[in-house]
């Protein structure tokens, strides 16, 4: 089994992860913080792309950049 099919599995706690993994405690909770990092940091880059892209608007509309 992976940290993935384990974090989806029994989410985020670290007991039954570190029992599945056969790991100490204090490495699973290492994994699943990373993961919760990642998750948020790809969620704050894409909001930020869409605003700073978009503004609001459909992307290439072609009125909007015929002009």
């Known amino acids: 089994m992976t ?3 384990a974090f ?4 985020p706690d670290t007991i039954a992860i570190a029992d ?6 204090h490495e699973a909770d290492r994994l699943i913080s990373a993961r919760l990092n990642a ?4 969620r704050l880059h894409a909001r930020r792309i869409n605003r700073i892209s978009y503004a609001g608007r459909e992307p290439f509309q072609a009125a909007e950049w015929a002009k």
């Open 3 to 5: 940290f993935l099919d």
């Open 8 to 11: 989806e599995r029994f989410g």
């Open 20 to 25: 599945a993994l056969d790991i100490k405690e």
């Open 39 to 42: 998750d948020y940091t790809e």
